[in-house]
C-alpha cells in the first residue's frame, strides 16, 4: 500500500508520499494547497492519504526543520527506488552527501561519479528527482554558478531560495539572468 500525506512547513504546504520500502516522492508546496495535492496523486495514483509512520515522520521532522534553515540529518531515511534508472540512484546517492551550505556542479557529479561525459544525464537525473530535499538536487548548480530551474517536484519554490534557506552563498545566489547580464562597476566620481 501507498500512503500521502501534506505536511506544513515555513514555505507552505508540502507532501510526502511512501511505499513499505521508503519514501516514494516529496512534493514542495504549489500555489494552492489543492495544487500540491493534485500533483502528488497524478505521480502517485495509488496513494492514499494516511497517518505517517514513524520512520516517515521521522523524514517529515527532518524536511521541516531543513526549510527553517535548521540542520536536518536526511541521509538516513529510506528511499524507494522501485523504477528509478541504475544511473539516476547513483546520481541520487551522491547528491545526498553534498552537505548543507554547500554546492556543485553538474560537472562535479558526473566526475565524482566517473562518469565525466554523462553531465547532461547528470542534469536529466536531478530534473526527474522525486525525493525534493531529501536527495537535495537545489544544491547541484550548472558550469556558471547560477541557480536554474528545479524539478517537477518543486512546486513554485525556486532552487535560489532554497539555497538561500540552506545558507549556500556565492555563486549560488546568481541566476542565469546575473550571468548574461552582469551589472557595470559603478564610475568614479568627478
Not at 523504477?83 to 565524482?112: D, L, Q
Not at 558550469?143 to 528545479?150: F, K, L, M, P, Q
Request: charged fraction near 20%; hydrophobic fraction near 40%.
Amino acid at each position: 500500500m501507498s500512503g500521502y500525506t501534506i505536511l506544513d512547513t515555513v514555505i507552505g504546504r508540502c507532501g510526502i508520499a511512501w511505499r513499505e520500502a521508503g519514501v516514494s516522492g516529496v512534493q514542495l508546496p504549489e500555489a494552492r494547497e489543492i495544487e500540491t495535492r493534485r500533483r502528488l496523486l497524478q505521480l502517485f495514483p495509488d496513494a492514499r492519504e494516511l497517518r505517517p509512520p514513524v520512520e516517515i515522520q521521522t523524514a517529515i521532522d527532518g524536511i521541516a526543520a531543513l526549510l527553517r534553515g535548521k540542520p536536518a540529518e536526511l541521509s538516513e531515511v529510506r528511499l524507494d527506488l522501485t523504477g528509478i534508472p541504475a544511473f539516476n540512484a547513483r546520481v541520487y546517492g551522491f547528491v545526498r552527501s553534498i552537505p548543507r551550505g554547500e554546492t556543485r556542479t553538474y560537472a562535479e557529479v558526473a566526475a565524482s561519479l566517473k562518469a565525466t561525459g554523462a553531465v547532461h544525464s547528470v542534469a536529466q537525473a536531478l530534473a526527474k528527482n522525486p525525493f525534493m530535499l531529501i536527495v537535495p538536487c537545489h544544491r547541484v548548480l550548472e558550469a556558471g554558478g547560477y541557480a536554474d530551474r528545479i524539478s517537477p517536484f518543486g512546486g513554485s519554490i525556486s532552487k535560489r531560495r532554497l539555497l538561500s534557506i540552506d545558507g549556500a552563498t556565492g555563486p549560488a545566489s546568481r541566476t542565469l539572468f546575473d550571468v548574461l547580464l552582469p551589472v557595470a562597476p559603478p564610475r568614479p566620481q568627478g
